[in-house]
């Protein structure tokens, strides 16, 4: 299990998260969410030790601050929110850079396996920063998977820590991440991701985390998390959860939170 409790950040004179405890288990995908300013990607950056945090992160019952980079690296992979390259690397070079924490040698291949699995067959020749924002932020998720590319090893479970994963991404391009991630936890590895949609949330979270203003306002499965009262709280505006009528009939999302005038 990945665990975290009590977490508080302080950045500047701003209180980012208070107290916030959490946990993910493997075999599971779990999603956090919540408006924009919750805590959502400062949680993960403190579970990743991207930020100071009071508190404990605790990985198979380990605390994180006493185990070693390259025992981590080789146990998770995070993929930020944004990715800056500054240098002219190509995408073979990119993926690769994953391959260099990875627990054990890879075999020849694996950049390519890593690449085809996002979409990105044929890519790998071709320069980073020629690429469009979401063929970037697909090369960046196959580095993460290159890296922790079995997801259960000989140390245990390994985790996938994703920060929108799909924010970039046309909607074929998402539900092919998210079943991704669905894999990776059917075959026994753990899954946490920052989303901000909450219909791909609902389709494909095993766990939800509602978030605000620095809090945890609940966890559990996203029938229960997800509600109309809980929402409307998070996110400040009238909500209600829907579900689809039976085909062929047309639904589409979101819905104007007020009548037009």
Same mark, same amino acid.
């Given at each position: 299990? @990945?665990?975290?409790?009590?977490?508080?950040?302080?950045?500047?004179?701003?209180?980012?998260?208070?107290?916030?405890?959490?946990?993910?288990?493997?075999?599971?995908?779990?999603?956090?969410?919540?408006?924009?300013?919750?805590?959502?990607?400062?949680?993960?950056?403190?579970?990743?030790?991207?930020?100071?945090?009071?508190?404990?992160? /605790?990985?198979?019952?380990?605390?994180?601050?006493? @185990?070693?980079?390259?025992?981590?690296?080789?146990?998770?992979?995070?993929?930020?929110?944004?990715?800056?390259?500054?240098?002219?690397?190509?995408?073979?070079?990119?993926?690769?850079?994953? *391959?260099?924490?990875?627990?054990? $040698? $890879?075999?020849?291949?694996?950049?390519?396996?890593?690449?085809?699995?996002?979409?990105?067959?044929?890519?790998?020749?071709?320069?980073?920063?020629?690429?469009?924002?979401?063929?970037?932020?697909?090369?960046?998720?196959?580095?993460? *998977?290159?890296?922790?590319?079995?997801?259960?090893?000989?140390?245990?479970?390994?985790?996938?820590?994703?920060?929108?994963?799909?924010?970039?991404?046309?909607?074929?391009?998402?539900?092919?991440?998210?079943?991704?991630?669905?894999?990776?936890?059917?075959?026994?590895?753990?899954?946490?991701?920052?989303?901000?949609?909450?219909?791909?949330?609902?389709?494909?979270?095993?766990?939800?985390?509602?978030?605000?203003?620095? /809090?945890?306002?609940?966890?559990?499965?996203?029938?229960?998390?997800?509600?109309?009262?809980?929402?409307? /709280?998070?996110?400040?505006?009238?909500?209600?959860?829907?579900?689809?009528?039976?085909?062929?009939?047309?639904?589409?999302?979101?819905?104007?939170?007020?009548?037009?005038?």
């Amino acid at each position: 299990m @990945l665990s975290a409790t009590d977490i508080e950040v302080q950045l500047g004179r701003a209180k980012v998260l208070r107290g916030v405890s959490f946990d993910a288990r493997p075999g599971e995908v779990t999603v956090i969410v919540g408006p924009n300013g919750s805590g959502k990607t400062t949680l993960l950056r403190a579970i990743t030790q991207e930020v100071p945090y009071r508190g404990t992160v /605790r990985l198979a019952g380990n605390d994180i601050a006493a @185990l070693p980079g390259w025992q981590l690296a080789a146990r998770r992979a995070v993929l930020p929110q944004h990715s800056r390259i500054a240098f002219p690397f190509t995408v073979h070079e990119i993926v690769r850079l994953g *391959l260099g924490a990875a627990a054990t $040698p $890879p075999p020849p291949g694996r950049v390519e396996e890593a690449l085809a699995r996002v979409g990105l067959a044929g890519f790998a020749g071709r320069h980073y920063n020629a690429l469009s924002g979401g063929e970037q932020q697909r090369v960046q998720l196959a580095r993460v *998977l290159a890296q922790v590319w079995e997801p259960v090893g000989s140390e245990g479970p390994r985790w996938l820590l994703l920060d929108e994963p799909v924010s970039s991404l046309d909607i074929g391009h998402q539900l092919e991440v998210m079943d991704l991630m669905a894999s990776y936890a059917a075959q026994g590895g753990g899954v946490v991701a920052v989303m901000h949609d909450l219909n791909l949330t609902s389709m494909y979270a095993d766990r939800v985390m509602l978030m605000a203003e620095g /809090r945890r306002l609940d966890q559990g499965p996203p029938a229960a998390v997800l509600t109309d009262t809980a929402l409307s /709280r998070a996110y400040g505006c009238a909500l209600r959860v829907n579900t689809a009528p039976p085909a062929p009939a047309t639904f589409l999302l979101p819905h104007t939170a007020r009548p037009p005038g």
